[in-house]
């Protein structure tokens, strides 16, 4: 028997299947998934790709991986990842610089942390309340909870910082009173007021740390608020007041979220939120209450520093009573000493008295008295002028002969 040929329906059925496929071949091409366009890039097409596959996606991916080896981190990440310096051992001694306030004080004190790690004779010590305030004194009292703090710790210096939770409405008077109102700004300094002096009654140092801006701008302008009310109190009490605000803000005094860090290079300073610090941003606040802090801590701050004796601590800031008066001077009066109050004019009595004249030259020019004119010299103009020779007469004058016809 022969072998059967195949019906021609089957050979007219592989023949439409044949073309459907290949029409539908180019619309799968022209519109790749991401998947298959990434599955379909690493397929061999040719007869040698099948072949040597392997080798040719190995040489394309070399490119790759060089260029990833050779990118440098950038100056932020390499600030990032600066590893923090490793902490010494405490003197027993050791001066306590306090730390009170909300969240933005429990980030300076981190900062500060980092900055006298390395100090054995400076210790930070954090007693912060992330949620608090002088608003909501049913939540947490400042007022009443500052002193045993302060006999606990027993410090030789406190900062504060906070306010930043301070945007709330206040009860004076069993009425809620607006923000920034009159009765509210009042009843705000006199709770800042008592807080301040609960420090220097104890004859601490204080050292307030003004707000930094905000990515709300009305939160900004609130805190710029809040930091002339801080200001004010802390200079009255003889504290010192530490600005902050244009560490935190553009070239046109706008918030921003970047900036130069304490070296120099521009870094995170803000978290998304606008509000939080960064690591990086506890630092630079931390870097701005450095200079005071170590002006008042003295020989404190060194870091081989192996005693601290009880003179090596200045504890005093400069009194309220101990500020000089500062008065108008009046100006002084060219006309005479008598008309501004006083007898002599400045210097007067170390006044050299003039002695006489005794050269021409100085009697020229003290009395103005001018020498006597040599006789005939053009500077005689006395009366009558002197003849210095006797005229010649009119024949002996002439020098050319008349010519007559």
């Known amino acids: 028997m022969g072998l059967r040929r195949p019906p021609k329906c089957w050979i007219f059925r592989a023949a439409v299947t044949l073309i459907l496929v290949m029409a539908a071949a180019p619309w799968l091409v022209v519109h790749p998934t991401p998947a298959f366009a990434q599955e379909e890039s690493a397929r061999p097409r040719t007869i040698f790709g099948l072949l040597f596959g392997r080798r040719d996606r190995a040489t394309e991916r070399q490119p790759e991986s060089t260029t990833r080896s050779r990118a440098r981190p950038s100056a932020s990440a390499s600030a990032a990842a600066a590893p923090e310096p490793e902490a010494v051992e405490k003197l027993p001694n050791a001066r306590v610089v306090l730390v009170v306030g909300d969240f933005l004080a429990d980030g300076l004190a981190e900062g500060l942390t980092t900055a006298y790690a390395q100090s054995p004779g400076v210790r930070i010590v954090a007693r912060a309340n992330g949620s608090s305030g002088f608003v909501r004194d049913d939540y947490y009292d400042w007022q009443s909870e500052l002193g045993p703090i302060l006999d606990e710790e027993k410090p030789a210096i406190v900062v504060f910082m906070i306010g930043s939770n301070d945007r709330q409405q206040l009860v004076v008077d069993e009425t809620r009173e607006k923000v920034r109102s009159e009765k509210w700004t009042e009843e705000y300094t006199r709770r800042v007021e008592n807080i301040a002096k609960q420090v220097r009654d104890r004859n601490l140092p204080l050292f307030w740390v003004g707000l930094p801006s905000f990515k709300s701008s009305s939160m900004s302008t609130d805190m710029l608020a809040f930091n002339d009310i801080y200001r004010t109190v802390t200079e009255n009490v003889g504290g010192e007041f530490i600005d902050i605000w244009d560490g935190f803000v553009d070239e046109n005094g706008a918030f921003s979220s970047v900036g130069p860090d304490m070296n120099g290079q521009r870094v995170r300073l803000r978290g998304s939120d606008g509000i939080n610090l960064t690591r990086a941003g506890k630092r630079k606040v931390a870097f701005y209450v450095e200079r005071p802090l170590n002006r008042v801590l003295g020989p404190a701050v060194g870091s081989g520093v192996a005693s601290l004796g009880p003179n090596d601590f200045v504890p005093m800031l400069i009194e309220p009573e101990q500020i000089p008066d500062i008065t108008r001077t009046n100006p002084i009066a060219l006309g005479g000493a008598e008309l501004d109050g006083g007898e002599s004019l400045l210097g007067a ?8 004249a005794r050269t021409l030259v100085e009697k ?14 053009a500077d005689d103009f006395s ?8 005229q010649a007469s009119p024949a002996s004058t002439e020098t050319t002969t008349a010519i007559s016809d």
């Open 364 to 377: 020229l020019a003290v009395e103005g008295i001018a020498p006597p004119a040599h006789a005939g010299r």
């Open 383 to 390: 009366t009558p002028p002197y003849a210095a020779t006797p």
């Open 349 to 356: 009595g170390r006044m050299v008295p003039p002695r006489e």
